[in-house]
């Protein structure tokens, strides 16, 4: 006998997740992986959370449901991944760094003091270097919080819990919750589409023509030079601000998130108030806002800029398939100069993108020297795995840009 509930399987397991659907914690993301096997994405995503799995074993279980199997190589090529990612853990790559936890809030510290040094200066240089340093500060927060948000930054939940509510309030003045809701999808279903969020850009860009809203209407003048507006006016200007003044504010507000709405208080007021007393030349609260807001235009560019280069350009996922953990994690996303500390420092780690994608609760700053060894095991499985430059990743993503605008992607 077959079940015709909405289930999902963990470990050889099949649940029914007709009633948990609405209250999953993680949102509509679980609906994503009705009967399939959801075994990897359940542990990547809840490695840490004991709860997680307190919850699932309450669920009752049901049959096995009609579902298309992996054929034997497949099996095989997953099975092989399951022993890899167990000696990752047996030789330490899981382990997290106090130290590089501490270097970590140090640094945005570091540099919201070096720009509030800047703007007590009476000169409009030093409050444009001010601006780019807490524009810099912002991006800082952002690869912060991203780490924090996947737990893979302490070691301690609650701990990277509280760091993300505050790097996010305090740094870019926008909901945690609503920024996990969103990255989760992303995560559980690269580049799919109907799934992935980071699809869902219209009317603001289009990265591919498929992930258009059907019957939707907007500019073919807009999206023809999305490539010149995108940086400076939809990532700098549009999308950050619109998370700041209504996206995240009515997530917070919805939420009764009291807590996350005093960070964003804080960040919003609490900042240019205390900038504006402590700088001096008598700068006035409405001087310090403004130059807050322009900072937080340049965080804008410099996180979104660099969140798209890893995806936008990459092939999409039609609504219909479903791609196994690995290869959503090989086949959609690219790794961008892995061994460059340089380049893992600017992108926050987000340069070895598959590697995070495969174990998204690994410390960040282990995962260059994963990259190497996930070389070998795409080639031992003939996978294909996308390991490209800084310079070329910003050249095909502005390509595709290009491309897709001018409507020459059908």
């Known amino acids: 006998m077959t079940s ?23 949102g509509s993301v679980i609906q994503y992986y009705i009967n399939q096997d959801a075994t990897m994405v359940f542990e990547e995503m809840h490695r840490h959370s004991k ?10 279980t049901v049959e096995k449901p009609v579902i298309q199997q992996h054929d034997a190589s497949t099996q095989q090529m997953l099975e092989d991944f399951r022993k890899w990612k167990l000696s990752l853990e047996e030789r330490g790559f899981f382990t997290h760094s106090i130290r590089h936890t501490i270097y970590r809030n140090l640094e945005v510290i570091a540099l919201f003091a070096f720009a509030t040094y800047l703007l007590s200066f009476d000169s409009y240089f030093a409050h444009f ?45 926008v909901s945690d919750s609503m920024w996990n809701s969103m990255h989760n999808k992303h995560h559980a279903t690269t580049q799919k589409i109907d799934h992935d969020i980071d699809l869902d850009t219209m009317p603001l860009v289009l990265f591919h023509p498929k992930a258009a809203p059907k019957n939707a209407s907007f500019s073919s003048t807009w999206l023809q ?26 997530k917070v507000i919805r939420d009764k998130d009291y807590l996350q709405a005093f960070f964003m208080l804080l960040g919003h007021i609490g900042r240019p108030y205390l900038l504006s007393k402590i700088v001096g030349f008598d700068h006035s609260f409405f001087y310090c806002y403004l130059h807050m807001m322009f900072s937080m235009y340049i965080t804008g560019m410099y996180l979104f800029g660099h969140f798209s280069l890893s995806h936008t350009f990459m092939p999409i996922v039609e609504n219909f398939e479903n791609p196994n953990w690995v290869e959503y994690s090989l086949a959609h996303t690219v790794d961008i100069d892995t061994q460059s500390p340089l380049i893992s420092w600017i992108m926050g780690y987000l340069n070895c993108q598959c590697v995070h994608h495969l174990f998204p609760q690994m410390p960040q700053f282990r995962q260059p020297q994963v990259s190497n060894e996930l070389v070998e095991f795409a080639k031992k499985w003939d996978l294909p795995y996308y390991h490209i430059s800084y310079s ?11 491309t897709v605008g001018a409507g020459k992607i059908h």
């Open 4 to 26: 015709n509930v909405p289930a999902l399987c963990i470990k050889d397991t099949w649940y029914n997740i007709d009633e948990f659907i609405q209250r999953h914690p993680g």
């Open 392 to 402: 070329k990743a910003w050249s095909l993503m502005f390509n595709n840009l290009q």
């Open 129 to 173: 270097l001010s601006a780019l340093t807490y524009g810099l500060f912002g991006g800082r927060c952002g690869w912060l919080q991203h780490e924090a948000g996947h737990h893979s930054l302490s070691g301690y939940p609650t701990v990277d819990k509280i760091l993300q509510k505050i790097s996010m309030g305090c740094g870019l003045m």
């Open 51 to 60: 709860k997680a799995w307190k919850v699932l074993h309450s669920l009752p």
């Open 225 to 250: 030079y999305q490539a010149y507006t995108f940086i400076p006016i939809t990532s700098g200007f549009l999308v950050l601000f619109f998370w700041m003044f209504y996206l995240h504010p009515r």
